[in-house]
């Protein structure tokens, strides 16, 4: 298994670009989550999924969408890039509400 | 709503020492708790979880959590720091209707000294 995938693993945006960045799970997990980590500030939820073609806001979901088609795949799209959202946002999922969350590496985001 | 708080932004230990993160949550509902680890650069990875039963949850590393109802609290504890465990924690809590999202607390630094 490869567990939690992300790419691009870095990226770099001009204020008012779009972008989306892509997540997939092989472990057949039905709970997805993006998360942003900013320093002090831990993790903070943007959206979630509780399976394919359901969705959810988190703590901080203004200026991101998300969709979820297949059980594998859940992108996080930007709509226009802003300066506030560099940081380094993080994919994770799990099979259950008991079960483990396992998390992507990573993809660290700087808007200019 | 469910909240975590995790009271120290930094922790300094010297090696062989005590290990002691403080974790506070709040849940509208019997929770279950978290702590995660995450190494510098990478991602997060499970330490141990709180569901239900034994309240003295046992996980990787060295690394134990009690679950205290009548404090609001999961403490991580471990009795000899060694300087691997330098690295950020972050305890979590599912909570609410579904349990469908982890919460995370803002995190605290361990630093190890020699």
């Known amino acids: 298994n490869a567990g939690v995938t992300q790419t691009p693993k870095f990226q770099v945006l001009k204020t008012g670009q779009s972008m989306t960045l892509q997540c997939a799970q092989d472990?057949?997990?039905?709970?997805m989550s993006w998360y942003r980590q900013d320093p002090g500030m831990g993790l903070r939820l943007i959206h979630y999924s509780v399976g394919a073609g359901i969705t959810d806001q988190g703590e901080v979901p203004n200026g991101y969408n998300v969709s979820r088609s297949t059980t594998e795949d859940f992108p996080l799209r930007l709509l226009s890039a802003a300066p506030s959202q560099t940081s380094v946002y993080f994919c994770?999922?799990?099979?259950?509400?008991?079960?483990?969350?396992?998390f992507g590496p990573g993809t660290r985001l700087t808007v200019l | 709503a469910q909240s975590v708080t995790q009271l120290g932004s930094h922790v300094s230990v010297s090696e062989g020492a005590l290990v002691l993160l403080r974790c506070n949550y709040s849940?509208?509902?019997?929770?279950?708790l978290f702590w995660y680890v995450q190494y510098p650069n990478q991602g997060l990875q499970l330490l141990l979880k709180y569901t239900t039963g034994a309240t003295l949850v046992k996980g990787i590393n060295g690394f134990e959590a009690e679950f205290k109802k009548s404090e609001t609290s999961f403490h991580l504890t471990k009795p000899s720091a060694h300087m691997s465990d330098a690295a950020e924690y972050f305890c979590?809590?599912?909570?609410?209707?579904?349990?469908?999202?982890?919460?995370f607390g803002s995190g605290t630094r361990l630093q190890v000294q020699p």
């Open positions: 472990m057949n997990h039905e709970y």
């Open positions: 994770a999922s799990r099979k259950g509400s008991t079960d483990t969350q396992y």
């Open positions: 849940s509208s509902v019997p929770p279950y």
């Open positions: 979590a809590v599912s909570g609410g209707t579904g349990r469908r999202a982890l919460t």
